[in-house]
Nanobody
Framework: QVRLVESGGGLVQPGGSLRLSCAASGRTFSSAAMGWFRQAQGKEREFVAGIKWSNGGIYYAESVKGRFTISRDSAENTVSLQMNSLKPEDTAVYYC????????????????????WGQGTQVTVSS
């Protein structure tokens, strides 16, 4: 079983940056893709970005394109999310997730396609 631990959340002013990291341990070879999701208070969990372990295929939600960058370090079994130009509407609990299955080119974007989840880290964008 894969275990995921997020870090890097916090409070930042609008326009600022944060970098989230997700460390994977355990049966990491069973994961085909990793994703970042977020859930704001009172809202459903939504896909933010994902990346395939094998070929590095990446997919972003429209709301974060051009501002967020997902990357992976296969040697360290870590996935990071660099978040720039943060907006108050980016405020949410951010979750790292692993999927055992993935399409040939892009990571899955549905939460139901991910079978392992981290505990979440709070990101608050406020002045």
């Amino acid at each position: 079983q894969v275990r995921l631990v997020e870090s890097g959340g916090g409070l930042v002013q609008p326009g600022g940056s944060l970098r989230l990291s997700c460390a994977a341990s355990g049966r990491t070879f069973s994961s085909a893709a990793m994703g970042w999701f977020r859930q704001a208070q009172g809202k459903e969990r939504e896909f933010v970005a994902g990346i395939k372990w094998s070929n590095g295929g990446i997919y972003y939600a429209e709301s974060v394109k051009g501002r967020f960058t997902i990357s992976r370090d296969s040697a360290e079994n870590t996935v990071s999310l660099q978040m720039n130009s943060l907006k108050p509407e980016d405020t949410a609990v951010y979750y790292c997730a692993g999927s055992s299955f993935s399409g040939p080119y892009y990571p899955p974007q549905r939460a139901g396609s991910y079978d392992t989840w981290g505990q979440g880290t709070q990101v608050t964008v406020s002045s």
